[in-house]
């Protein structure tokens, strides 16, 4: 079986398991209106009756989840201690403290709600709140089944655009100059190259930032502001990035050097005769080849590199040849490329995002 079925099959499976724990939360009503009907008595095994028990909270422990706040309560009654989670909002909260007396309330032998004054405070084991973990779990699966299915067709629709950008550098090897004429740094008459912005490399960036932002109604709720904060300065970020990148980037050539100026529009300038070659290759990306160009100096060290995701490398190729500097190498030839810096960025942007995991969707250290 190949791995597009073996994807696709996941993906089924996961939106199946989502949509049928949907449907079960969805179908929980009946069992709190029983819930809501029943009265008091004895019967302890009858969906329709519930118990009172007078206690007394002995220790709180209080923890951040998804779904909100959650109390972790070990409370004196019945001639025993018993353990119970609740769901309480921040007002009731505040009166969850050790000392007090609750009347407990059960239902079908479980804690369903302890009662602090006039409020009813749900535990877990609510008929009317144990929906709530089955109906997020299955949104979730949803959301992942989703994401798959984005991640599919966005992938094969790159895997084509990236194939006609090889494509194209096969079909037309060098091309006029005449409109990128103009001044360049230093104030001769040269060639400015700008960056292409492909959709190989934005529309990852794109589907990453919706992604993002789609997936925080699932975070903690009490890290929700936050995280829209963070999403915001992600996102404003990413624009500013882009919009000086194409501002400011450029290859710029005269008669006599080679020039690259940075997104900050820093330029470094080589002359011809300190360029020993520009080399082509291709490095294998997550869906696709992506063609580059290194120029090398003449003590072999890496001046800079350019790549088919930001630039038409026809137009380098065609500087090239225009003032002097030899290609070598072919873009079927597929090399792996690294460097310390790389690993080290990977590194460390693998534990941020381990971090903000963490502390988005699992809960809080728990407080007396």
Known sequence: MKGSTWGLLVLVLTLSLGIILVAADQSQPGLADTYRAAVECSDSTSANCYQLSQGVIRSVKVDQTSSGEEDRLAIDTRGTTIDTRLTPSPSQSAKLKPGIDVTVKWYVGNVVAVVVGHDSIPSTESPLASAAGMGYAGAMLIWVAAAMAVVWVVGRRLVTAQANVRRSLDDEPGISLGPFEGIVAGGTVGWRIKPKMREALLLPIVIGVVALISITPFFNPQRRSIALIGDGVLVVALCIR???????????????????????????????????????????????????????????????????????????????????????????????????????????????????????????????
């Not at 997104?263 to 002359?271: H, I, S, T, Y």
């Not at 960025?345 to 995991?357: F, N, Q, Y």
């Open 242 to 368: 882009w919009a000086l990148t194409a501002r400011n980037t450029r290859v710029l050539a005269d008669r006599s050097s080679i020039m690259k100026a940075d997104w900050l529009g820093r330029v470094k300038r080589w002359p011809v005769s300190d360029v020993a070659e520009g080399y082509m290759f291709s490095v294998r990306t997550l869906y696709s080849l992506n063609a580059c160009i290194v120029f090398f100096g003449q003590d072999g060290s890496e001046l800079f590199i350019v790549s088919s995701f930001y630039w038409d490398l026809n137009e380098i190729t065609s500087v090239c040849m225009t003032i002097g500097i030899p290609l070598d190498g072919s873009y079927d030839e597929i090399l792996i490329r690294g460097s310390r810096r790389k690993r080290i960025a990977i590194a460390l942007g693998t534990l941020v995002l381990g971090t903000l995991a963490g502390a988005y969707f699992f809960p809080a250290p728990g407080s007396q």
